[in-house]
């Protein structure tokens, strides 16, 4: 079974500007998470879907970021503009409806530098 | 509001000895899920071992198992057998069941397993 993917892999770019990021969760999961992990934290939720349906986003500074999950799979988090702070690294997780529904499995990560 | 707290930032074991992590939580919630998650270098998050808390029998995994104190809100992770694939940053999550499902970490344990 493939695992979630996350593209790029790694971003570098100035302040002001806009960046995005793609994940694509294991098949037939219908839960998807955004988390944003600082250097030195553990990750904090941004954004949670239950298929194309948002269920929480009340971590999400929603005057610059933005994301969305069109056909209830693959998903796009948006960085526009960017600050310095926002440099971490962006964790996508996707969970099953089913039995075990409260384990999430993450994907790599897509590391951000903000110059 | 659900707190984790990891003690210790940093934790060192001689290969093939064991070591236990220690993780404390604050929930209001009767129904929820602990984790323990694994982040090595790489940055992939990988799921180490969960426990649901409406058991009393504390759950392992293979090398892995935990302590689970429930009255004192307690989850350590005990790993036997330390490997050098072990080295990683471990990270103790709390899930209240129902709602949002959101994670929430502890900031995390750097552990380095010494040859």
């Known amino acids: 079974e493939a695992g979630v993917a996350q593209s790029p892999r790694y971003k570098i770019i100035e302040k002001r500007q806009s960046v995005a990021f793609w994940c694509n969760p294991i098949s037939g999961h219908a839960t998807l998470y955004w988390y944003q992990q600082i250097l030195g934290q553990g990750p904090k939720l941004l954004i949670q879907?239950?298929?194309?349906?948002?269920?929480?986003d009340s971590q999400l500074p929603k005057d610059r970021f933005s994301a969305e999950r069109l056909k209830g799979v693959d998903s796009t988090l948006k960085i526009q503009p960017a600050k310095l702070e926002d440099s971490a690294v962006y964790l996508c997780?996707?969970?099953?409806?089913?039995?075990?529904?409260?384990?999430?499995?993450f994907g790599p990560g897509t590391r951000l530098l903000v110059l | 509001a659900q707190t984790v707290t990891q003690s210790q930032p940093e934790m060192s074991v001689q290969e093939a000895e064991t070591v236990t992590l220690s993780c404390t939580y604050d929930?209001?919630?009767?129904?929820?899920?602990l984790f323990w998650y694994k982040q090595p270098p790489s940055r992939q998050m990988i799921l180490v071992i969960r426990?649901?808390?409406?058991?009393?029998q504390n759950a392992t995994e293979n090398r892995f198992s935990v302590n689970f104190q429930k009255a004192a809100k307690s989850f350590s992770l005990k790993i036997s057998d330390s490997q050098l694939g072990d080295t990683a940053m471990y990270f103790c999550a709390l899930l209240e069941g129902a709602g949002s499902y959101q994670l929430t970490f502890g900031k995390g344990t750097k552990l380095s397993v010494i040859p």
């Open positions: 929930t209001s919630e009767n129904n929820y899920y």
């Open positions: 426990q649901e808390a409406y058991k009393q």
């Open positions: 879907f239950q298929n194309n349906g948002v269920v929480d």
């Open positions: 997780a996707s969970s099953s409806p089913g039995q075990a529904q409260e384990t999430q499995y």
